[in-house]
């Protein structure tokens, strides 16, 4: 019989690979045999906004981060999205990629993908991050908002969307101080498809809690949040924190909801620390 061939690994900035009967982009970073750690951005971003933690991170780690469906380079395929579907692709990319564990860090929707992840498929993920996310399902007037936003989407279009969303995002001092992250930010958002924007928020608005099943999470888990946060804002991680048995929390100074893109130095130490001690 033939021995199984090992996949060579492709590794670099914006590389495309087929999974789940999609095409997905991906950058794929690091040494080869490193313990692995795969990002997934918030909603409507890319895999673009964890450069500054795969600068930090990939000398002593294989650093993974990847556009969902329907975003950056991603396609979105003809599926309605589901946060389901979401982890779906995620576990596709780890099996393409041959990967049987990872460290996952997600933010926002990120974080959500990576909840349900974790809830479905434990043996896959030997420890967890959790950014400015939380375990709880969208409220009657958090779906509303979602259904508005839809509609204004279709009839004002996505740049209007983009500008509205921006100013929750930061903490208010940003907007004077971080100008230029401001409009990368608005940049990547407005690249992203109005249909691709309208799945996404369907899917936000069906997700399913994970807070019932935060218990069961036996792996390490470092929770962080901005300190400024107005969507998922401390509160929520505090819960999720006292949930979560053996969980660290800390809070990310001068940061709204895009904690990793406003105080990278911060954010960064305390990755690389939980990293080590873990
Ligand atoms: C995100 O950044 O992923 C979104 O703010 C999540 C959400 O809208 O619930």
């Known amino acids: 019989m033939k021995a199984k061939q090992k996949r060579m690994r492709n590794s670099g900035k914006n590389i495309k690979i087929s999974v789940n009967n999609i095409i997905a982009g991906y950058t794929d970073e690091g040494p080869e045999n490193a313990p692995v750690i795969i990002f997934i951005h918030g909603f409507p971003f890319s895999k673009e906004m964890w450069n500054k933690q795969m600068e930090a991170l990939r000398e002593n780690f294989r650093v993974i981060a990847y556009d ?20 779906k692709d995620l576990l596709s990319l780890m099996d393409v990629l041959e990967i049987k564990k990872s460290v996952l860090c997600g933010l926002s929707m990120g974080g959500y993908i990576a909840l ?21 399902a ?11 936003a839809i509609d204004d989407i279709l009839e004002n279009g996505i740049e209007k969307f983009a500008d509205d969303s921006v100013k929750i995002f930061f903490a208010p001092d940003s907007f004077s101080t971080k100008k230029e992250l401001v409009a990368e930010v608005r940049e990547i958002m407005i690249n992203t498809s109005e249909k691709s924007v309208i799945k996404t928020l369907l899917a936000l608005s069906k997700r399913k809690e994970t807070c019932s099943k935060l218990s069961e999470i036996k792996v390490p888990v470092l929770i962080l949040v901005g300190n400024e946060h107005k969507i998922t804002p401390p ?19 001068n940061a709204g909801h895009l904690s990793n893109l406003e105080n990278p130095g911060q954010f960064n130490e305390l990755l690389k620390r939980f990293l080590q001690n873990k």
């Open 235 to 253: 509160e929520a991680a505090q819960f999720m924190h006292e949930e979560i048995n053996g969980s660290v929390m800390s809070i990310i100074k």
């Open 116 to 136: 349900n992840a974790i809830e479905n498929h434990p043996y896959r993920f030997e420890s967890l991050i959790l950014c400015d996310t939380s375990c709880k």
């Open 138 to 148: 969208d409220s009657p007037e958090a779906k509303d908002k979602r259904m508005k």
């Open 68 to 87: 969902v469906r329907g975003h950056g380079n991603s396609y979105s395929g003809t599926d309605d999205f589901t946060i389901e579907l979401f982890v």
